[in-house]
């Protein structure tokens, strides 16, 4: 069940983003979030240097084309370096970027809406990579998250990932990704609902040495929320999302290697 649009659009104003009044097709707003702690990553009182990208973007399996209004919010939590630069790729190639100016800071934001030419992607299902780039910390080294959001361009075909796909990545210099993607569709992601994840490294990560799952985290004020898996490695299978009281929640699933995270936000409503 869909929770109503008034409700949905309470949602978004919470988090503090701008409703889309030119966006075509269904949208669907998610979080992309890269941590990095050189002491270690201690949940939930530990969680080092953040970089959170939050969107409204085009709902996959529904094809679009043409500019886009995209409303993004880049939040930087005890960051050391200055985030740079938003960017939207698609699998292969950069098709848009903004310049940013963010941080050092303990705690600040921009909000805004960029417009995306999805008229200059190749046709078919492809992924988009949203990355807000911290190019040098205090020691010298460069942050960002990622996503792998997928969307179709004028047709669903070809389609660049098979199946149900839908990932955060974290990166920091020398410990390449760690990877936290959803496997099931967002209709699952519900009071009640069974998902399926796959929270490991991505390409040239280190190995996981925890992975988990939470219901309204709260970590940068030191709250887990509601923890409804968590272990150490990587991580492969199902979560039974518990029942939960009606309003706003939000899913938050993490592969860590200790020192490098990725993270990957799906608010939700229970009706």
Not at 50 to 61: C, E, K, L, Q, R
Not at 174 to 195: E, F, H, K, W
Not at 226 to 234: E, M, N, V, Y
Request: hydrophobic share 35%; charged share 10%; net charge positive.
């Amino acid at each position: 069940m869909r929770a109503p649009t008034s409700v949905l659009f309470a949602l978004l104003l919470s988090f503090g983003l701008a409703i889309p009044t030119s966006a075509v097709g269904p949208t669907v707003t998610l979080e992309s979030q890269a941590w990095w702690s050189a002491t270690g990553i201690a949940i939930p009182g530990s969680v080092g240097a953040h970089i959170h990208v939050f969107a409204t973007v085009p709902a996959d399996g529904y094809p679009i084309d043409g500019p886009i209004d995209v409303p993004v919010k880049v939040t930087a939590h005890n960051q050391t370096g200055t985030i740079t630069l938003l960017r939207v790729s698609n699998g292969s190639t950069v098709m848009q970027s903004w310049p940013l100016s963010l941080g050092p800071c303990a705690d600040c934001s921009w909000s805004g809406t960029v417009t995306v030419n999805f008229s200059a992607w190749p046709t078919g299902r492809d992924e988009m990579r949203w990355t807000a780039n911290l190019p040098k910390n205090d020691l010298g080294n460069r942050q960002y998250q990622s996503t792998g959001w997928q969307v179709c361009i004028r047709s669903c075909t070809p389609s660049y990932r098979s199946g149900v796909y839908l990932e955060a990545r974290g990166w920091y210099t020398g410990r390449g990704y760690q990877n936290a993607r959803l496997t099931s569709p967002l209709t699952t992601v519900q009071s009640g609902g069974t998902i399926t994840v796959k929270l490991a490294p991505g390409s040239g990560g280190l190995p996981t040495t925890f992975s988990g799952a939470y219901i309204d985290p709260d970590f940068h004020n030191g709250s887990a929320g509601l923890t409804i898996f968590s272990r150490a490695g990587s991580y492969t299978g199902t979560i039974v999302i518990p029942a939960l009281a009606p309003g706003p929640h939000k899913l938050v699933l993490l592969s860590s290697d200790g020192l490098n995270a990725g993270v990957l936000g799906i608010p939700f409503v229970t009706p």
